[in-house]
C-alpha cells in the first residue's frame, strides 16, 4: 500500500509563489508517473501537471508558471506555483501511479488548499 502525503498550501496574494510537496511512503515498486490535479469548487478535478520518466506535461493554464519536479531519491515530487491567479485557487492532489506484476495503480493524497487571494 501507498500512501501520499501533501504538503504547502496555504493563502498567498496574487502574483506571489507557493511549493507544494507530495511524499509517498510504504511498499513502492515502481513508480510510474507522479502528477498534480486540481478541483475548484463546483468544478471538476483537473490535471494540472505530470511527470512521467523525467518528461514534464502541463495544463495550458499554467504553463509558464507552475513547474513540476520529482525527487526519486526521496519519492518526492513537488510543485513550483509562480505568479499565482485568483482562478488557481483550488484543492490540488497530488497522484501516483505504480507498477507491479499485477498491473498498474493509482493512489491519490488527501488535498492541499492553495487559496490565492488579496
Known amino acids: 500500500q501507498v500512501q501520499l502525503m501533501e504538503s504547502g498550501g496555504g493563502l498567498v496574494q496574487p502574483g506571489g509563489s507557493l511549493r507544494l510537496s507530495c511524499a509517498a511512503s510504504?511498499?513502492?515498486?515502481?513508480?510510474?508517473?507522479m502528477g498534480w490535479y486540481r478541483q475548484a469548487p463546483g468544478k471538476q478535478r483537473e490535471l494540472v501537471a505530470l511527470?512521467?520518466?523525467?518528461?514534464?506535461n502541463y495544463a495550458d493554464s499554467v504553463k509558464g508558471r507552475f513547474t513540476i519536479s520529482r525527487d526519486n531519491a526521496k519519492n518526492t515530487a513537488y510543485l513550483q506555483m509562480n505568479f499565482l491567479k485568483p482562478e488557481d485557487t483550488a484543492v490540488y492532489y497530488c497522484k501516483l501511479i505504480e507498477s507491479t506484476g499485477r498491473g498498474s495503480f493509482a493512489y491519490w493524497g488527501q488535498g492541499t488548499q492553495v487559496t490565492v487571494s488579496s
Open positions: 510504504g511498499s513502492i515498486l515502481r513508480i510510474n508517473a
Open positions: 511527470i512521467i520518466s523525467g518528461t514534464t
